[in-house]
């Protein structure tokens, strides 16, 4: 453990803990800190992570203190694990000194007790084999007496012999015939008999006696020889015991012995433990001067840094605020220029599409204004007029929207349209739902609001018409007669649909009568791109009409509100039949809006207006001195990179387009 932590110093030094040189020249240090050339080779070889770090230590901050200090704190940490695992070992082996010496001490002591145990055994079972042995001879006396009052008999035949002399000389003096009988006499024989009686009268008791103490006598003879053998039975145990005791003690001798190496190996540990403890207080020096060293060395460079953020940041506001002058004068310049404004916006991922990306969007937005398609041949940055990432809201994009369309009451012909592909939210975009409505409800809102406000100076009506292009034909939504024919005429108020419903509306509830009706009317269907697809190009179109009560100018606008039908390639939404037709229909009519851009881009002598039902009603209001919006909205599921990529790059090309300087 000591080894691997920290390396002994060479042989024959030892480290002082009085004197820091001695300590430093011990561990292979001169007074700077450095490793002596001379030992360099031993050193390299005994050396820990924690030399190697005191010899790369740089003497300036230059050279990366703080990880120099760093290394050095991990030394220390190492050491300080080894003494702890040092101390553990020491303080477990003590706890089993401790343990086998109880140990000792209670097989000691219970060996003592054996002993004395066996000798008592020894001495109560000779006790007891002696009142055995004593017994058995007080049986033997007892049988031999019991014997011996067989006499009993030759009592009873004298006192039987007494009986008839004394009878028979009763019987002679009573006939009176025969000898006379001596009175003197017959008193003996009575006293004999009455003796012989006596006696034989306790003769039986005493055998009586006899033969009942036999019987005790041969129960207790039967019990003592058990008990004998138990006694025995418990010497055997007790000098089995004893043999196993000693056993025990011989083994304690030995464990004696391997108590006193071990206490010597503890004692050696204890000594290493102390060389390492004052070899962890020099590293524990040497880390605290190189870490305040490294600590003045990180302030000065934090200093600095603070010094170049404050510097950084200085300069990224300034960078901002050139930034926003630059988009506040290139919209001001496209205003006059008559460009093609340009929205980008980003809605959010739906639950499912979050569920198969796992929320990763292909989209980001490194500053405002821009994005960043990240996609597998690389990023892709765009700029536009403005990009609304997916937390903004309807408000936030009806406020920039707001100047361009309340212009359509000074005159001029104003188109908003949205484009993009199927399901990016051009639909939301512009109608919106009831309760958070789109450009088209707000659109319309303002208008009236400055209508009102203008009521005393002007007069103005306001009409509406919805249609939808579908499939290169144009249908009127505000009524049912899908026969109905209806085409694009150039007239002398400009570009209109001969036949088409116009309504006047005086207030929103008239606009929204419109739009439901027109909502009912416009075909959708399912595609794999979008479960409720609009399948045509949908044209909310407002027309304006002032006079002003002062100067008695007349003037007339226009505002078209569009939602194109998604763009997207037709492998992509599994079409067929009637859908396949409606998507190629789609296709072509984007296509030559595309190519209308191109030529205005261009400022081509002829811009193919014609080529498309679309572009031909939008023709006066995609040029000239007309005010054009495009909303191009994007998905940032990272599946629809491709279709992202056509939309962004299609609206590069439209914000590009100089309609002609605005009167």
Known sequence: LIQATAPPPESGTTIKSQNREEQMRALGFDDGGQVDDDDSESDEEESTPYYNAVARAPSGAAAAPAQKVHELEEDVVRNQAAKS??????????????????????????????EEQVAMLKTSSSQQLSMLKREKELLSMQAGFGGGLGGGKELEAEVQKLKSQLQSGGGDGGSGSGAAVDNGQSGELKAALTNAEEKANQYHAELEALKSGRKDAVKREAEMDIEAEEREKELANALEENEQLKANLQSASTDNTRFHELNKEVQELQAKLNEANEKMEIYKSMAEEAEIKAMNAVQATANEMSGLKADLENMQNKYKKECKERRRLHNTLAELKGQIRVFCRVRPLSSKELAKCGGEEAIHFPEEDMLVVSAGGGDKEYEFDRVYAPDQGQVNVFVDTEPLVTSVLDGYNVCIFAYGQTGSGKTHTMEG???????????????????????????ITISASLLEIYNETIRDLMTKDKDKKLDVRQGSDGVHVPDLTITEVHDMDGVNEVIDTGKKNRTTFATNMNEHSSRSHSILSIYIVSRNKVTGVNAKGKLHLVDLAGSERVGKTDATGDRLKEAQAINKSLSALGDVISALTGKASHVPYRNSKLTYLLQDSLGGDSKTLMFVNINPAPENCQETICSLNFAQRVRNVELGQAT
């Open 433 to 459: 739902p009831s309760a958070d409505p789109g450009v088209n409800s707000r659109a319309l809102a303002e208008l009236f609001k400055i209508v009102e406000e203008r009521r005393d100076v002007e007069e």
């Open 85 to 114: 695992r040092l101390e553990k070992t020491v303080e477990t082996l003590e706890k089993k000194l401790e343990t086998e010496l109880q140990h000792k001490q209670s097989t000691l002591m219970a060996l003592k007790a054996a």
